[in-house]
């Protein structure tokens, strides 16, 4: 048993559909203001590290927006709290360069061991409205050829993006421990 301890239900049931042996744990702890993700995990990691006695993994993801000079980046949670998808898609208006990626670091933790990091992106584009009802945060914006990931099944989105990925990564690693 691996705890995740995320506050975020969607992102737990992305993970859990690839590694069955997740558990959520919505335990709260300090995401940092810093300039990258693997920042802010290994931050979190550490100080999660004296709480549990078990093994643990949290994730932190972004969007990077091209035009934006990838903003929002690390501080995508704040800018989907305050202006959230609309706000960007105003941002975007008038902008052609709509290219996109989403981020993902997963760090993974058990009693005795340094912590272990997984990475995993997916590149595609800021559409020009919101659209399907899947997934959460930025989902309806963004889109892989022409669909965005609110428009897919959890398995296809999990097929394709950051977060599949790095879960995927991190699946291989404790695999082949
Ligand atoms: P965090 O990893 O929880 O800090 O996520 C940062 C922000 O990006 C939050 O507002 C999330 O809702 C959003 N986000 C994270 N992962 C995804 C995703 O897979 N799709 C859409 N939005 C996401």
Same mark, same amino acid.
């Given at each position: 048993?691996?705890?995740?301890?995320?506050?975020?239900?969607?992102?737990?049931?992305?993970?859990?559909?690839?590694?069955?042996?997740?558990?959520?744990?919505?335990?709260?702890?300090? @995401?940092?203001? +810093?300039?990258?993700?693997?920042? $802010? &995990?290994? !931050?979190?990691?550490?100080?999660?590290?004296?709480? *549990?006695?078990?093994?643990?993994?949290?994730?932190?993801?972004?969007?990077?927006?091209?035009?934006?000079?990838?903003?929002?980046?690390?501080?995508?949670?704040?800018?989907?709290?305050?202006?959230?998808?609309?706000?960007?898609?105003?941002?975007?208006?008038?902008? @052609?360069?709509? +290219?996109?990626?989403?981020?993902? $670091? &997963?760090? !993974?933790?058990?009693?005795?061991?340094?912590?272990? *990091?997984?990475?995993?992106?997916?590149?595609?584009?800021?559409?020009?409205?919101?659209?399907?009802?899947?997934?959460?945060?930025?989902?309806?914006?963004?889109?892989?050829?022409?669909?965005?990931?609110?428009?897919?099944?959890?398995?296809?989105?999990?097929?394709?993006?950051?977060?599949?990925?790095?879960?995927?990564?991190?699946?291989?690693?404790?695999?082949?421990?």
């Amino acid at each position: 048993m691996i705890r995740f301890v995320t506050s975020n239900r969607g992102k737990f049931v992305e993970a859990q559909s690839l590694i069955e042996d997740l558990v959520q744990a919505d335990l709260g702890y300090t @995401e940092i203001q +810093a300039d990258t993700l693997e920042e $802010v &995990v290994l !931050f979190g990691m550490r100080e999660l590290s004296s709480r *549990l006695d078990s093994a643990f993994i949290i994730e932190d993801a972004g969007l990077f927006i091209e035009a934006l000079n990838g903003f929002p980046g690390v501080y995508s949670a704040y800018v989907q709290r305050t202006i959230g998808n609309s706000g960007i898609l105003k941002l975007m208006e008038g902008i @052609e360069n709509r +290219a996109a990626s989403f981020r993902s $670091v &997963v760090g !993974f933790s058990a009693p005795g061991m340094e912590p272990v *990091l997984f990475k995993g992106e997916l590149h595609g584009r800021i559409g020009f409205e919101e659209r399907g009802t899947g997934g959460f945060g930025y989902d309806p914006i963004f889109e892989v050829d022409g669909r965005t990931l609110a428009e897919m099944e959890l398995e296809e989105k999990n097929m394709i993006s950051h977060r599949g990925r790095s879960m995927k990564a991190l699946k291989r690693w404790l695999e082949s421990r």
